[in-house]
């Protein structure tokens, strides 16, 4: 039987499975260059990252050894619409052209699925409003055909929905197996499946809710799996700090009295005074809120975060900051002699008494000063606050409990210690770690890394440094296919012809040249911009410009709609031609965004995306790299602005027949010296010299997409 780099290559052949199951497949070497990298380290184990630019196909890269290698697998993706992808597209396209006899599972976390029992609490409770009402209707009349409970299948239910918390179950309120529906839990479902697949498809989320806090039931999964692979692995670092950190939050509090007070009047009426008890904690959440003042740097409808780096944040007295902490923490620990006292009458009350202690540990550790490889932060709003505390990275954890590579100064594990209070461990003692590498020597695990922005040097240090791989993974960059050059031009105004960043006139310069763009194109203009603020100001101008009945475009701003309406908007816009559109957008829409064709010819990005001056967390880690002599500029700002730029760019060609134009407005590209290394990260583009050519280039589009 032909080995399996063999097989690999065979699949991307001229005469191959893929080129007979789709007419529209052509080979790449790149694609095969990945693949075999995947097989290699599917035979070898240890850790592979590869980078895959655009249009390399590096789904299929490094699925096809995987379903070929016929080991178990799990596959991790950044988002749960990147999951449902891979599940509902992806993988049966390919398990089809291979004729492979492979079951595969969709596992997600507990909000994803309809909770019946859930479902059947808020019945009896009184919707919030009339929208509420209808959304909960909605749901109750789907609940009753869904098979697989996830709340995907509802592509009207708003993703920002206040129903979802009320008909979804979370680690803490889930009765587990004492549930009155346990037969009927989706979630249950789901983890079965999962357990009975070869392959099964998680995203980083999950994985890293596992590797913390035991949330997702793959204890009994991974320890079976040979093969992990992360896509989109440059989210894997800020996924996985959030899981392996602390909250304790405003929302946290006020849906464990709610929980409480539901379970205590319908269990346990007369055992307590759980009114008492519910306003008890609400008043000391109230109180922490007070205590923390209104900061005046809060922006309008906005939270303002603080530093924290003693005893209370900046700006907060610390006597009175401290007092209303403790408040909060008698308020828990009374909540929880109450439930141990009554944990018998039913069985919400065990898991509230768990619950109980273990915000009252967090309240105890937010009093206590913050460890030095920890940054601390504050969000204040108007009526909420939460309390986090983030590791800098994943590095440690990583090396340890993924690729086992013990730390230099642990020779004996017993010397290692203890978890901090209220941060649950690992792995509970005399439990077998299910993240620990495989003890088979003859078949260690294999972890595949791979996106198409990990950094801008070649060790790709931006991505392995803080993921603990730097120095124990072999490193892949495989470039695009695309020729750029003939597929797009690339325009950054000269520092005389256009206002600098910091500018109050610039927003409006944006808008300008983006109205521009768009009224050439028909609309096909996507801009990107670096800040919420911006993102106001360059929409309120591009709406004013184009306001009234018959104007030619149609305005877009993020947070008008939920993400995916924007999106089929968007696109439909761009089929039509009655009515073109423009989009602006921020933050989630750099990444994750594919519109090939028509649909899309024109990226405007306002601003070089830095990291945001004043994040708590990115000033820990310069502070970091400062105190050990390195430059935070050149190790931390400029690689993250670099893999921004390229992820904001690569919106623009998607495949081999897209083309279109990539408007930077930032003059800095050009007057300062670190503008080369950006541009160096940047698809190579044909440049164009001033605005002139531009609108010269966007009308030559315009009229071969006529």
Not at 29 to 50: H, K, N, S
Not at 279 to 285: P, T
Request: net charge neutral; charged share 20%.
């Amino acid at each position: 039987m032909p080995d399996l780099a063999s097989r690999v290559t065979a699949v991307f052949a001229p005469d191959g499975p893929l080129a007979a199951a789709d007419g529209a497949f052509c080979p790449r070497p790149g694609q095969v260059q990945m693949a075999l990298a995947v097989a290699q380290t599917l035979r070898e184990g240890g850790a592979l990252v590869a980078e895959a630019a655009t249009g390399v196909g590096k789904t299929f890269a490094y699925l096809a050894p995987v379903l070929l290698g016929g080991e178990r697998a799990l596959l991790s993706t950044a988002t749960k619409t990147l999951q449902d992808q891979l599940y509902g597209r992806d993988l049966p396209r390919l398990i089809g052209a291979l004729g492979l006899p492979v079951r595969t599972a969709l596992l997600k976390g507990r909000s994803s699925y309809l909770c019946p029992y859930r479902l059947e609490l808020a019945r009896h409770e009184a919707p919030a409003s009339a929208a509420a009402a209808r959304e909960l209707a909605r749901i109750e009349r789907w609940a009753q055909a869904t098979a697989t409970g996830d709340l995907a299948e509802l592509p009207e239910l708003d993703e920002r929905s206040p129903v979802i918390p009320l008909v979804t179950s979370t680690r803490d309120n889930c009765l587990g197996s004492e549930c009155p529906r346990f037969r009927d839990c989706h979630v249950a479902r789901a983890r079965r499946e999962a357990l009975a697949a070869d392959v099964v498809v998680i995203n980083h989320h999950l994985f890293f809710a596992d590797l913390a806090i035991r949330e997702s039931g793959m204890a009994e999964l991974l320890p079976a799996v040979r093969a992990v692979v992360f896509d989109e692995a440059h989210q894997l670092n800020e996924t996985g700090i959030q899981f392996l950190g602390r909250q304790l939050g405003h929302r946290q509090l006020q849906d464990f009295a709610r929980d409480l007070l539901a379970a205590g009047l319908q269990h346990a009426r007369g055992l307590q005074d759980w009114s008492a008890l519910a306003g008890g904690l609400e008043n000391a959440l109230r109180d922490l809120r007070l205590a923390a003042g209104n900061p005046p740097s809060s922006p309008p409808g906005g939270n303002a975060r603080l530093r924290w780096n003693a005893l209370a944040p900046e700006g907060v007295p610390e006597a009175g900051w401290l007092a209303a902490l403790a408040r909060l923490q008698a308020a828990l620990e009374s909540i929880a002699a109450a439930c141990e006292a009554v944990q018998d009458a039913a069985a919400d009350f065990p898991r509230l008494l768990v619950r109980a202690q273990r915000l009252a540990r967090l309240a105890a550790h937010f009093a206590q000063p913050a460890t030095a490889d920890a940054a601390r932060w504050l969000e204040v709003g108007l009526y909420t606050l939460q309390l986090t505390e983030s590791p800098l990275d994943i590095a440690q954890t990583v090396r340890e409990r993924l690729l086992g590579i013990a730390p230099p100064d642990s020779s004996d594990p017993s010397d290692s210690p203890a978890p901090p209070e209220g941060q649950p461990p690992f792995a509970a003692v005399g439990e077998e770690d299910p993240f620990a590498p495989s003890a088979a020597p003859a078949a260690p695990r294999a972890w595949v890394f791979v996106s198409a922005t990990l950094g801008d040097d070649a060790q790709l240090t931006w991505f392995t440094r803080p993921c603990g791989l730097e120095g124990a993974a072999r490193i892949l960059r495989v470039g695009s296919p695309f020729d750029y050059a003939r597929q797009s031009v690339l325009y950054i105004p000269a520092p005389a012809a256009f206002p600098r960043p910091a500018d109050a006139a610039h927003p409006a310069a944006v808008a300008r040249l983006a109205g521009d763009a768009a009224l050439r194109l028909g609309g096909r203009t996507l801009v990107l911009t670096t800040t919420l603020r911006a993102l106001r100001g360059i929409s309120q101008a591009l709406a004013e410009r184009f306001r009234g009945e018959g104007a030619p475009i149609t305005v877009l701003a993020q947070g008008e709609y939920p993400k995916r309406v924007l999106m089929e908007r968007f696109r439909a816009a761009g089929q039509s031609k009655a009515q073109g559109c423009v989009l602006v957008a921020s933050a989630s829409f750099w990444e994750g965004v594919d519109i090939p064709g028509r649909a899309l010819q024109c990226v405007v990005i306002d601003k070089l995306p830095f990291p945001p001056p004043g994040d708590p967390l990115i000033e820990a880690r310069c502070r970091r790299i400062e105190a050990a002599g390195g430059s935070a500029f050149a190790a931390i700002s400029l690689p993250e602005a670099a893999v921004a730029l390229k992820q904001g760019a690569g919106r623009l060609i998607r495949c081999e027949t897209d083309t279109g134009a990539l408007a930077i407005c930032d003059t800095r590209l050009i007057s300062m010296s670190y503008g080369k290394r950006l541009l160096a990260a940047l698809p190579p583009m044909r440049r164009l010299a001033d605005e002139a050519q531009l609108m010269q280039a966007l009308d030559v589009l315009a009229v071969s997409e006529a």
